[in-house]
């Protein structure tokens, strides 16, 4: 288990996180989210040990994860972290990068897993291609593929998939929390997107003005999201008394004592976003179809739990 107590850590003067504590099990996913410098990053960094906490300690089992005071090299043997800037060798191919860290003791083992790794990663069309004549995504892969090659016991991803276009991150990112997954490898990503926590993460943190404001499952999050900072991380919603409504949980209905008049109708797939006006404020829902500027509809709260 990953246990990180009363963690504090400034970089000059400024407070960028205050005793953060919480643990992670062997083989669970969380993720970290908070707005952008909301420290989320600083908190991959110092887990990973690369700068001296001012207070607090960090440890992976028995083990004190330590910072350069005490280590010469950044970053244990059994963890693995994945930064926004990835740091390939430009001039040798996509497989030598990906192999550059497995022994050469049994070739075929190592060509082996290196066939393995560009699967899980869909690089097996690049495999020989030179790293400097990547895309940005293909690089990201290969830092990827590169930081689970000899299987870590925790690995920290920092917007693992910020490079890679829509097309393809849907299948990469099923692909390696799989991966991760079916090896019981700890995952640690600091993410934007709700697509890397709903599905795929069993606990989200998230941080706000250097403190956790929460920390659960996504589901209880999704269902319960007490702040703003939340429900917008999961969608569209709107603040109707003091209570947090998505878009989608609110549906037209004949007569109700919600009535809003419609502002501009959004196109987004399967369906509309719905701007309207309610109390002076704007209100969004979403709607099979497109509505009329200026119509007055009714709506109603529907939830699930
Ligand atoms: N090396 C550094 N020296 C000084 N301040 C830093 C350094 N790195 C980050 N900061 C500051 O620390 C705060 C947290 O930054 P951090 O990169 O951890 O945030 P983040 O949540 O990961 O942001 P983003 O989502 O934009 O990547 C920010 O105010 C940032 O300006």
């Known amino acids: ?40 990053s600083t908190l991959l960094k110092l887990l990973y040990g690369t700068y001296d ?33 990835f740091d390939l060798m430009p001039f040798i191919s996509v497989s030598e990068n990906i ?4 022994s050469n003791f049994y070739p075929e083992e190592k060509e082996q897993r290196i066939q ?3 699967k899980v990663v869909e690089l ?28 870590p016991e925790i690995i920290l991803l920092d917007e693992p998939f910020s490079h890679i276009d829509n097309f393809q991150k849907q299948s990469l990112r099923r692909s390696l929390f799989k991966y991760l997954k079916e090896k019981n490898i700890t995952c640690i990503v600091a993410t934007h997107d709700k ?4 599905s795929f993460s069993d606990t989200m943190l ?25 429900a917008s991380f999961f969608g569209e919603f709107n603040e109707i008394d003091g209570e947090m409504v998505y878009a989608n949980q609110l ?36 709607n099979p179809s497109a509505l009329e500027k200026g119509t007055s509809v009714f709506l109603t709260i529907i939830k699930e739990s």
């Open 1 to 40: 288990m990953l246990q990180v107590k009363n963690l504090s850590f400034k970089y000059k003067k400024q407070a960028v996180l205050e005793t953060i504590s919480f643990n992670v099990k062997r083989g669970e996913h969380l993720s970290i989210i908070g707005e952008s410098g909301s420290g989320k």
């Open 53 to 85: 906490l001012n207070e607090g300690d960090i440890f992976w089992g028995n083990t004190p994860i330590l910072g350069p005071k005490h280590n010469l090299i950044v970053g244990p043997e059994f963890m693995k972290y994945v930064a926004q800037e």
């Open 99 to 102: 192999g550059a860290f497995l």
């Open 116 to 118: 393995e790794l560009l």
């Open 124 to 151: 097996e069309s690049v495999a020989d291609v030179k790293v400097k004549e990547l895309s940005g995504g293909q690089k990201q892969r290969v830092a990827l593929a590169r930081a689970i090659a000899k299987q």
């Open 195 to 198: 697509d890397d926590v709903l």
């Open 206 to 230: 998230v941080l706000d003005d250097a403190k956790i404001m929460a920390h659960n499952t996504p589901k209880y999050l999704y269902h319960n999201p007490e702040h703003k900072l939340i």
């Open 251 to 286: 549906k037209q209905v004949d007569i109700s004592d919600l009535e809003v008049k419609v502002k501009q109708s959004y196109f987004k797939g399967h369906y509309f976003l719905v701007e309207t006006e309610f109390k002076n404020k704007s209100l969004f829902f979403e």
